[in-house]
Structures are given as structure tokens and as C-alpha cells.
């Protein structure tokens, strides 16, 4: 019952009908395997399930899929369960400050996931689930992990997250800025914020005084903002990023907007090779660690994105050229970086601020006064800084 690794893979091991068994392992989010796992199906109460997995025990589930799904959210229900407070010292009671509600948010639902991630599911070589009333995601499988190796064991919790992720990929996101859908690939940050995408379809283009000048999207992600900025008439532009499922997710994106021929998608991390006109980065927008690689998206340890996209910026500049950093101030609000840490780094880079561009954000869980972090998300501001040499 002992995880191992065989070359760049691990394996989970366990007992099964007398016979000793494994599998590939696979995690999104580099989880190991746990160290002992046991069988399950709907014999199991959920008590003694959520018991086991916060022991850190694995349930490889048997029995029925939907069955299945339904001890998910049993375990789900356990872990949100608020724990009795106790009676707190006079100097304890005092206001938790906005960085550390963050950490100790960020430390439960991490806590959280561990625990939920322990309901396993298992694949067969083509990513088939053998299980009564399992759904076909093997497609969905295939999009994310690539061709099957042979059969693997994954969470469900997972799994349902993969299976949502090709629903968003087929269906598509309506961005009205560039006439079109954006299909996400599994793992690729979406546009489902669509507030920095107006941001950049609004704001007055810098003189593009040659023909020949051309625009950089830097971490290109899906590609919608390289989109947006040709359908604004940039003859040129290169996107780039440095993780092949962007890369692959911009092209295909690009290529179905007819936009293929307008915008050259690079592998590279942060700049390609010259200058342009226009310098567009979204870069994530916490300083804080990811714990999966969707989560790079928002998580920036130590900004070393947001560092080395203006460190470098000045020298990929044409004369008379400008730089948009789009970016969020939640990190202000949460305490992790304060707005003059911000614009010291402006000017130790050698830039001034020409113009900012603000908006709110619209989604759901800037009004939910139930999220521990409602204070911080509901002053949230989303700005489109014009940066020039200085």
C-alpha cells in the first residue's frame, strides 16, 4: 500500500482480493499518492469515510459512480462544518488582520482539498471508468493528460473539475471585444473575468508610427487578449507564454477567430526577442504560492512575474511606446503587497505612469458577505496602468 515512482511517474499501490495491485498516479496538482489505501463503495458510512481521509487513508471507490459522487459531497459537507470556537483571550480576540485571514483561508481550504482528494477513482488504459453508471470522459481525459499509459488512479474530485473544464472548452466563452468565443483548454487560466478584457478593448492605442510595429501579449494564456488587440487593427502581434497547454490553447483559439496569420504565438518565458509598440501583460495577481497549476493564474510567488515583466519592459520598448499592465489591487486589500511597493517598482524599472483605467469586478463573490475574504474582494479594483520610459 506504498506509493513508488518508475521514471517521471508515480504509482499507488494497494491490496485488493488477496492480490497486491497498482497504478499510475495522477494529480494536477503534484498531490503524492497517499501511503494506504483501502477499498470502497457504498457499504462504507460517510463518517468512516471523512475519518479515514483525514487520517490521510485513500478510498478506492468500487461501487456505483453516481454513488460515488454522492460520498463526495457527504465528505464536502463534513469538512465545511464550522468547528466549535473557543473562548478566546483578551488578546486573542483581537481583529484578525486581512493577511493572515488570507493564510489561514487559503490553509483550511487547502486542508480541505487534501481530504476530498482522497476519493479515488480508477481509469482504464483508454481513461474509461469502470464503474456502474460512470460517464464517458475519455475524451476529456485525453485533452488533459494526453494519450492513455496504461490504466491510472485519480480523485474524483479531480476528475469532476477535468469533465467541467471540457464542458468550457466545447461550449466556449462569449467575448463581445472580439466578435467570437474563446475555448479554454484544461488548465489554462479562462476569461471568465471579462473586466480586464473591456479594459484593454477601450483604452487609447499608442501611436503605432510605423507600418511595420507590432504588439507583444505577454503570458498569453488562452490568447483573448492577443485577439483583442487585433481586432483593434494591430497588423502584428506576438503572444507568448511558456507553458505548452497555453500555447496550444492561444493557437487553436487564434486559428478558429481567423486570426492566425495576424498573431504568432511563442514559446518563452516573459519577452520574445525585439521591441514593439504596445507591451500588454496580465500577469497573476497575489503574491502567494499556487497549489495547482490552474491556480497560476492568480498566484505569483514574491511577484516575480509582475518584477520581471517591468524590469525588463523598458528594454523592449519602441521609442514613444507604451507598456499595459493590467492588474488587480486584491493583494493591497489582503495586505500582501501595499500600493507603494507597486509604484517603487515603477520607478526602479525606469517607468512613469502616463494613464490608469479602473473597473469593478462583476462576479459573484464580490457581493458574497459569507466568503471570509468579502471585504477585501468587495473593495477590489481592477486597473489598466500605461507605462512609458521615463
Known sequence: MLSSSVGAHQFVHWSEGGEARSARWRSESGAPPARRVVIADEHMTADDAYGLACQGTALLWRG??????QMLLALASRADRQPRKPKKSAASSMSTS?????????QARSQRARTLGMLLVPLDEDYGIPLRRAPDIRQACAEAY???EGPSVASLRSLLGLIGAHEWRTKGIEIAAIGGRIHPHYGVFAPIRREYVDLVATAPLPDFRSP????????TGTGVLAAVLARRGIRRVVATDRDPRALACARENLERLGLAEQVEVVQTDLFPEGRAALVVCNPPWVPARPSSPIERGIYDPESRMLRGFLGALPAHLEPGGEGWLILSDLAEHLGLRPRSELLAAF???????????????????AADETDPLHLARAAEVTSLWRLAVS
Open 64 to 69: 456505483d459512480f453516481q454513488n460515488a459522487r
Open 146 to 148: 494526453g494519450p492513455g
Open 347 to 365: 520607478d526602479a524599472a525606469g517607468l512613469k505612469v502616463v494613464d490608469r483605467s479602473d473597473v469593478r469586478p462583476k462576479h459573484p463573490r
Open 212 to 219: 511595420y510595429s507590432l504588439a507583444f501579449d505577454i503570458g
Open 98 to 106: 486581512p493577511a493572515e485571514a488570507f493564510h489561514l483561508h487559503r
